[in-house]
């Protein structure tokens, strides 16, 4: 019996995590919630995610909610896969910036892309400064390398290259070559194209039901 459980819908954010335990090799269990339901707002399940959402990733008698700290834990739990950067080597730091990078910068700047404010913030207010900024400092990080670490593959791509896909996706980021072509060396991944079918299969299953 798998040690690792993903509680887990598709299409949602928890791809991303599905997604890494995939690059992991490591067995897992699935406990699919129908959010058509609701089941993710009931007592039951908050007592695992008071936030009410998926995923969620129980080892053990360990539980961690939020998608870059599931990668960020099992990075570190499984360090064999060789996706994290160890406390220790000076690239660790870069490694974390760009692990939440993504919840803190990009998600806030595609989404108020997507939605306007009625009226223009004062840019200090915006932890992400502006939506051109986080775009050059992406678009510069991976013209340095195959990967946002030169050619380490990390959880760091998991995270914040999951998001570039789905900002590419519904069109809320600008064509840029660089970004653009960074998406298309993470697709090609085997474990990726291996989340994709096994959510698009999940999907039409649960559709169905």
């Known amino acids: 019996m798998a040690s690792l459980t993903l509680y887990h819908a598709a299409p949602t954010r928890s791809s991303i995590a599905r997604w890494m335990l995939e690059e992991l090799g490591e067995p897992y269990e699935l406990e699919v919630l129908d959010l058509q339901s609701g089941i993710q707002r009931q007592a039951e399940y908050r007592k695992i995610n008071p936030m009410g959402k998926v995923p969620a990733l129980r080892h053990g008698d360990a539980v961690v909610t939020e998608v870059a700290a599931i990668c960020t834990y099992l990075a570190d739990e499984f360090p064999e896969a060789g996706l994290n950067v160890p406390v220790g080597d000076p690239a660790r730091g870069q490694y974390l910036k760009w692990l939440f990078f993504s919840p803190g910068c990009l998600e806030p700047a595609m989404t108020d892309q997507a ?81 994709l079918s096994l959510d698009q299969e999940l999907a039409a299953a649960t559709a169905g039901d």
Not at 128 to 144: I, K, M, N, T
Not at 190 to 195: C, D, E, H, K
Request: aromatic fraction near 12%.
């Open 115 to 195: 939605y306007p404010r009625k009226e223009e913030p004062f840019s200090g207010t915006l932890g992400y400064g502006s939506f051109d900024l986080v775009l050059d400092v992406l678009r510069e990080a991976v013209s340095e390398g195959e990967y946002l670490l030169g050619d380490r593959f990390t959880a760091a791509d998991v995270v914040l290259g999951s998001t570039l896909r789905w900002g590419m996706m519904f069109g809320l980021l600008h064509q840029m070559q660089e970004l653009e072509a960074y998406v298309e060396r993470l697709v090609a991944r085997p474990a990726l194209q291996r989340t």
